[in-house]
């Protein structure tokens, strides 16, 4: 039981990790200090997925669950859909590099609309 609720937790920061990852930057219109910390984690999400690196946490979280005496994303809310939008099937190397300009893509658009927003004066 402690094994599954573990690897459950896993499973959810790094579905929160990849959600910083993607929509982060909308974080630095109200915390200008976060932005270091998510160009640093928008390089770390661009490098796994260009260079075909596996998370860390994505053992982490399968070696709790065979600890657990789990096989797999069988049951459960959050293994069945949170664990679709982060293992998807048939991800190849192709997929990972247009994941990964998407997230280079999606953190332009947003910085350069929270870096538009602050050079506006307020009224």
Do not use: K
């Not at 096989?71 to 190849?92: C, I, K, M, Q, S």
């Amino acid at each position: 039981m402690i094994y599954r609720i573990a690897a459950d937790s896993i499973l959810l920061l790094h579905l929160a990790f990849t959600l910083f990852t993607v929509l982060g930057g909308l974080l630095i219109l109200r915390r200008p200090s976060l932005l270091w910390s998510h160009l640093a984690v928008v390089l770390w999400g661009v490098v796994i997925e260009w260079a075909d690196w596996v998370c860390p946490l994505t053992p982490l979280e399968n070696f709790l669950r065979e600890r657990g005496g789990e096989a797999g994303y069988a049951r459960g809310f959050v293994e069945h859909y949170v664990a679709l939008l982060l293992y998807p099937e048939n991800l190849t190397i192709e997929l990972r590099y247009l994941l990964g300009l998407g997230l280079v893509v999606a953190n332009l658009i947003i910085y350069g609309y929270v870096f538009l927003a602050r050079r506006q004066p307020r009224s």
